[in-house]
């Protein structure tokens, strides 16, 4: 074991830095080795990559798949699903981008042995839905990781990423990344000549319905700290979409999975008097949201904002009707591999409360929301695009790269573009990893790293770990020490302030400018404190740093939710000051930068371009 404060950084130099194993960062590796043979390719991961992720244990299905060889979408199908879901706001060139590629990366996984549902008499894949797969998910990230190993020229794993580096010639270019190792102490130090980052998306923002035993139970998993955004934002890097954050519809209390049973199982949900409500609400949905009300399938958000109402109306509990469905080994076979695959935990929540979906109903509730860019929402990095599809001012150069020199992102950490989900993350892995190499050819030069950068980052990432020996003399009661906050203390204060001001599920997703203003202002006190986290050892080292990245988050959040004044996802949040979908002034992307140097923010908006039809 070393001590990272006092022992030598561990310095790698490499050309193309990939932060994150999860399926962008894998995606990323692999793609990167096919341009960049001679490059050194290195993937600095937190976990373990087999099994590191959103998709940690396995899923059911790869939900991003068009069907391009059997004529069964169009990438142009594909872009108009994710306007409509997104209430007519997406970045259409990111979109198509992927839709074009995302078959390859499927046909890949299966190449690499995933097991993937076919049908033998027509040879086609099985779809859950117009736009799913289905798989038998349990080895679906090994098969991946092990793809993204043989291509890098290293793994780093066990090593939280806290930092980004900026190069001293161009200070908005990227230089690297430093971090340390959970497993052996060292202080790591990157140089890079570009670097990808795909770190995920954000869990426990906000205060969870779970508490007590089962607090760390939430939907998105609670190792997904927001990291993506935590080092992209104080870098400078022009973020999109943080108001966009999700609530999905899920089992109560274990946070299983809802597609199997409603796409392919059909299962339907009516409320607590066993009535289906949503055709009797959309007179009323028509008359809040307009024509959105009309697209087919009906907005995620928008589906959310009926159950909502439903229970607002005093007409819950929301039930799936599981046992209507289950008439057959089959059918069953297919029901409980959604969760075995995927969330155990929601089958030992039923058997603790004696509830057995083949016998009754089985109650759904929304989840509080969480911030992520692959699923149902597209919070994130502005990135530019393709270049040859949508207008000019989206692109600038090389595909997926952020407005910082050299720094890319993919998945979760690239805004704009909804529902990549695995299949599309580890395909905008690829397309930000051919932007890079290409970036990589025509930058020859390695950027300047500052030594003195280096040295104050080893003592801003270690300081948690004095300040917790220095007070253990200060110790009132038990571990407590009344002037220093222990990260899982902050992380309590900051979901609970999402919660009440930012829209959580105490506010019933709701929120205005006052509440927001005030929430500003005990986030910006949370920060201040930030500089008072201590740290026993090393876990609670990795605490602190995401507990940093996840109050960075916070803040975007807040401050775009504050600058959109309409609701323009409701089901997602309302802003009760500004209650309706405002097309007209809004139907733009809210974008932010925050300046370091200034310690401001600046909001502003972009254009929405639809992409044109061919
Ligand atoms: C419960 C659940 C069910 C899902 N179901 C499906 C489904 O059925 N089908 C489907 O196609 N998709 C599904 N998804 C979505 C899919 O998992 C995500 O879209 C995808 O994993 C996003 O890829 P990513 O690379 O952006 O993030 P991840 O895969 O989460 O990867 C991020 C990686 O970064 C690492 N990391 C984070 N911070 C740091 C740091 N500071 N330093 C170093 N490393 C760091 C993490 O450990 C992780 O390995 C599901 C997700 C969840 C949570």
Redo the contacts with the bound molecule.
């Keep these: 074991m070393e001590d990272g404060r006092t022992s030598a950084p561990r310095v790698v130099d490499c050309d193309l830095l990939i932060?994150?194993?999860?399926?962008?960062?894998?995606?990323a590796a692999f793609e990167a080795r096919y341009w960049g043979r001679g490059l050194s390719i290195v993937v600095?991961?937190?976990?373990a990559?087999e099994r590191?992720?959103?998709?940690?244990?396995g899923?059911?299905?790869?939900?991003?798949y068009m069907g391009l060889r059997w004529h069964e979408n169009r990438p142009e199908d594909f872009v108009r699903y994710v306007r409509n879901d997104l209430m007519g706001l997406s970045r259409e060139d990111l979109v198509f981008d992927i839709a074009r590629h995302v078959d390859s990366s499927v046909h890949l996984f299966e190449e690499w042995g995933l097991p993937i549902f076919t049908d033998p008499t027509t040879g086609r894949f099985v779809r859950e839905g117009r736009w799913?797969v289905m798989i038998h998910?349990e080895s679906y990230k090994p098969i991946v990781a092990e793809a993204a190993r043989a291509a890098a020229t290293a793994v780093d794993e066990g090593?939280?990423?806290?930092h980004l580096l900026k190069d001293r010639e161009h200070p908005n270019r990227v230089a690297g990344a430093v971090?340390f190792s959970v497993r052996d102490g060292s202080y790591r130090v990157y140089r890079a000549r570009a670097v990808i980052v795909?770190?995920?998306?954000a869990s426990h923002l906000y205060r969870p319905r779970s508490s007590g035993e089962g607090w760390g139970r939430t939907?998105?998993?609670p190792?997904?700290?927001g990291?993506?955004y935590?080092?992209l934002i104080p870098a400078g890097a022009e973020m999109t979409q943080m108001e966009n954050r999700l609530v999905v519809t899920r089992f109560k209390d274990g946070?299983g999975?809802v597609?199997a049973w409603f796409l392919y199982l059909k299962a339907i949900a009516t409320n607590g008097a066993g009535d289906s409500f949503e055709a009797s609400q959309l007179a009323g949905l028509r008359d809040r949201v307009g024509a959105y009300a009309d697209a087919k399938p009906l907005p995620t958000c928008l589906r959310n904002d009926l159950l909502l109402r439903e229970v607002r109306a005093g007409r819950g509990p929301i039930l799936m009707h599981t046992e209507r469905v289950l008439d057959s080994p089959e059918k069953e076979r297919v029901g409980w591999g959604a969760f075995l695959n995927?969330?155990v935990g929601q089958v030992v929540a039923w058997a603790s409360q004696g509830t057995d979906p083949r016998t009754g109903p089985v109650e759904l509730v929304l989840s509080e929301p969480y911030v992520?860019?692959?699923?149902a929402v597209c919070a994130g990095a502005w990135a530019s695009g393709p270049g040859d599809v949508g207008p000019g001012e989206y692109a600038w150069g090389y595909n997926r790269m952020t407005s910082v020199e050299g720094l890319f992102g993919?998945?979760?950490?690239i805004g704009g573009s909804a529902h990549?989900?695995?299949?599309?993350?580890?395909t905008e892995?690829r397309l930000a990893a051919k932007g890079a190499v290409r970036y990589l050819l025509d930058h020859p030069g390695r950027p300047t790293v500052a030594p003195d950068e280096v040295e104050a980052w080893r003592r801003t990432i270690f300081a948690p770990l004095d300040r917790a020996s220095e007070g253990r003399a200060r110790v009132t009661d038990g571990s407590v020490v009344p002037d220093l906050l222990a990260p899982d203390q902050g992380l309590l204060r900051l979901e609970k302030i999402m919660d009440e001001y930012a829209g959580g599920v105490g506010a019933d997703y709701t929120t205005n400018a006052d509440l927001l203003d005030r929430g500003l202002a005990h986030l910006t006190l949370l920060r201040e404190d930030l500089s008072a986290t201590g740290a026993t050892d090393l876990r609670e080292l990795g605490r602190v740093?995401?507990l940093d990245?996840r109050v960075w988050t916070a803040e975007a959040v807040v401050r775009h939710t504050r600058y959109r004044e309409e609701t323009r996802w409701p089901g997602y949040y309302y802003r009760s000051d500004f209650p309706r979908v405002d097309d007209a002034r809004w139907r733009c992307f809210v974008n932010s930068v925050y300046d370091a140097h200034e310690g401001n923010w600046r909001l502003f908006t972009r254009p929405y371009v639809p992409l044109t039809e061919p």
């Design positions: 932060v994150g194993g999860g399926f962008a960062g894998c995606g600095v991961e937190k976990a990559i590191s992720g959103a998709v940690a244990q899923l059911s299905a790869i939900n991003c799913q998910g090593v939280v990423v806290t971090g795909a770190a995920g998306g939907w998105y998993p190792w997904a700290t990291s993506a935590g080092l946070y999975p597609g995927m969330t992520l860019g692959s699923h993919a998945g979760d950490t990549k989900f695995s299949s599309g993350s580890f892995g740093w995401e990245h």
